[in-house]
């Protein structure tokens, strides 16, 4: 059970009060009518599946409903850090 | 290989069964094979089996780190069947079936497969619509599927909770008699020592760490522990390590590796003869013959490779199970684990090349890969042999996800996902 800490509430919550979004940090193409079909694929469907740190979106969905990032080994399944939305993860896997 | 049968068993009782062969060797790999394949679970000893048998290529290792069958293959609620909703789906999984029907005679071991049938439950009006609609997409394909009504359910589950004071009714279901389970364990045992039989070394304990390249084909794989292994081609059958192998290779997969968890109750007598699927209150349930029940959950909403699931998943399926089986909310929970899945964007498998020569990948399989284990190994064998897709395999090419040919089976078949 994952005891997350919600960067706007500032306070520990249980998992079930939240939803997990999938890779953050996605940027939608800048110019999508130049995209080639390549491009599209990878924004729409290849994200990032690594064995160790990986940035999540994830949502607050029985709490403030507010959209954050979390840092997280995928093996041991720590939490490394939680930070708001448009901030930089200070926990990378080159750090 | 000894041919096993009643008469063996009776032979060996005399030698109170001490003089058993070994059911398969336990070999040092050579430095070139013409095919490697990296994952020994249960679709990988498939492939390297029907490599064997049908394209006569026996020069073939496969490489697992662990041992066999000890990853997916032996964590899954072992349900086969093959009432999937669109053609390219329905065909992959009708052939498996297909096989399934005659595989312990083929493999001369007793896989235990049952076809005892599957229900998948409609619980709204939508659920009933999306499943007249798969029945009758199910019986144009030539598969054996039927829509029945709540008295039709009551009566193939008499236990069940089908009144309607319960918070969910059931509504209907779908039906498919062929459907059924198979041993799981015995699937990968089988597998492997037929395959050991014609030739195939089967190298356990042996993890690839590198895949060598020259250029832009790969030409072998180093292993932690015999160092380089060559081969002309390599498949990749490593269902949740997918992305970390393709990640060797320098190329990304468009699939996400989540736990997908089962448990089983302590034995109890026969009460449940068949197995009972539901999306809307999403559990499944069926019995193995040893008595336990066998109950799947629905994957955990992040990325993990821990093998363990999270506890809300476990409360809320055995929620639906009491749901459906109010008569088993005093039954107790003897174990409960964790496979990692790796699941694409569509629900689909992925059969395929890559943008590397010679190297293929049979992955994406999600939360349903064990009903496939033969048709899986089959077509991908096909592929393996000739360097190119099989004609069932070509939808599930990894390209797909680039030029928006998708074989959509999210949430349309009755997937539990």
């Given amino acids: 059970m994952f005891y997350i800490h919600c960067p706007y509430c500032d306070e520990h919550r249980e998992e079930e009060e939240f939803h997990a979004k999938g890779q953050a940090h996605i940027a939608r193409p800048l110019d999508p009518d130049a995209c080639t079909d390549e491009e599209w694929g990878n924004f729409l469907y290849f994200r990032a599946n690594p064995r160790g740190i990986h940035h999540e979106l994830w949502v607050h969905a029985a709490g403030c409903r507010k959209f954050f990032n979390i840092t997280r080994d995928t093996q041991t399944y720590a939490i490394l850090e939680t930070y708001r939305l448009g901030e930089q993860p200070s926990v990378t896997s080159q750090s | 290989m000894q041919k096993y049968s009643g008469f063996g068993l009776l032979k060996h009782a005399l030698s109170h069964h001490e003089n058993w062969q070994r059911v398969w060797r336990n070999p040092k790999p050579k430095k070139h094979y013409d095919v490697i394949i990296v994952g020994g679970g249960g679709h990988g000893l498939a492939t390297a089996y029907y490599l064997a048998k049908v394209h006569k290529v026996t020069n073939v290792a496969v490489i697992e780190k662990g041992y066999l069958g000890g990853g997916n293959t032996a964590r899954n609620t072992t349900i086969v069947r093959s009432n999937y909703l669109w053609d390219e789906a329905a065909f992959l999984y009708e052939h498996a079936m297909k096989l ?47 829509a029945l009504d709540t008295a039709g359910v009551q009566k193939i589950v008499p236990i069940m909770d089908c009144t309607s004071r319960a918070r969910y009714p059931i509504l209907g279901a779908s039906w498919q008699p062929r459907a059924g389970v198979a041993r799981h364990d015995a699937v990968a045992w089988g597998f ?190 096909e592929t393996l042999a000739k360097g190119e897709a099989n004609a069932l395999a070509k939808p599930f090419s990894m390209f797909r996800f680039h030029n928006g040919a998708l074989v959509d089976e999210h949430g349309a078949a009755g997937v539990a996902h």
């Fill in chain 2, 192 to 381: 492997a020592r037929a395959a050991d039989a014609l030739g195939v070394d089967l190298i356990q304990q042996c993890e690839v760490d590198d895949i060598l390249m020259q250029n832009g084909n790969a030409v072998g794989v180093n292993t932690k522990q015999y160092g380089e292994i060559h081969a002309d081609r390599i498949g990749c059958v490593v269902a949740g390590n997918s992305g970390v192998v393709a990640k060797m290779a320098g190329f990304e997969l468009p699939v996400e590796s989540h736990p997908l968890q089962a448990l089983v109750s302590e034995p109890i007598r026969p009460i449940l003869d068949t197995v009972v699927m539901s999306n809307q209150v999403h559990g499944y349930i069926s019995q193995s013959d040893k008595g336990d029940l066998v109950i799947g959950a629905g994957i955990d909403g992040y990325n993990g490779y821990g093998q363990r699931g999270s506890y809300p998943t476990i409360e809320h399926t055995l929620q639906a199970i009491v749901e459906m089986f109010p008569i088993f909310s005093r039954v107790r929970m003897n174990r409960q684990w964790g496979g990692i899945v790796d699941t694409t964007p569509d629900a689909c498998p992925i059969i395929s090349d890559t943008p590397i020569g010679n190297l293929f990948f049979n992955c994406g399989w999600g939360t349903g890969g064990f009903k496939a284990t033969p048709g899986s190994g089959h077509v991908f064998a």
């Fill in chain 2, 100 to 146: 399934w029907e005659g595989l312990a005679q083929d493999l001369n071991y007793n896989l235990m497969f049952s076809q005892r049938g599957v229900l998948n439950l409609g619980h709204t009006l939508q659920d009933m619509r999306d499943i007249e609609r798969r029945v009758n997409a199910n019986r144009l394909n030539g598969i054996d599927s039927v």
